[in-house]
């Protein structure tokens, strides 16, 4: 006699369910927000690096790496498409403060400083590349019970 196995199909996902999905979609937008800001930080920090007296531009290949790491994060865990702005817009808002005069006349991110304008660079394009690619590409499948 053969043994067919039962298929069960989940049943829909409660209130609680529903709460919790909410929860890690908030949790993980939250925390892509700080991703931003310290991708950000870690960028302009590392955009003064020297080796010998020249700037060596490690903060390029760390910002884009970062940049992407967080991108993916944000719409893994958020689970739309324009989660990519999550971290974009504090990157963007602190790279311009960086590049504002202070009063004091303090100025993290000079003209004359290639790898910080280069970071800015790298960091924009990685942003609106992941932006692009998030938006074109397939819909998430939700994999709710």
Do not use: C
Not at 3 to 26: C, K, Y
């Amino acid at each position: 006699m053969p043994v067919v196995e039962e298929q069960l199909t989940p049943p829909p996902p409660g209130r609680s369910a529903r709460l919790l999905d909410l929860a890690l979609r908030i949790a993980g937008g939250l925390v892509s927000v700080v991703g931003g800001v310290l991708t950000a930080l870690l960028g302009l920090l590392l955009s003064t690096v020297r080796v010998g007296g020249h700037l060596i531009g490690v903060s390029v290949p760390v910002t884009i790496g970062a940049a992407i790491a967080v991108s993916w994060f944000a719409y893994a865990t958020v689970g739309r498409k324009w989660a990519v702005a999550l971290p974009a817009l504090p990157w963007f808002v602190l790279m311009a403060v960086a590049a504002v005069r202070t009063a004091e006349g303090d100025l993290l991110v000079a003209g004359d400083n290639w790898v910080g304008l280069g970071m800015i660079t790298a960091g924009a394009m990685t942003f609106a590349v992941m932006a692009f690619r998030q938006i074109l590409g397939p819909a998430q499948r939700r994999h709710d019970g």
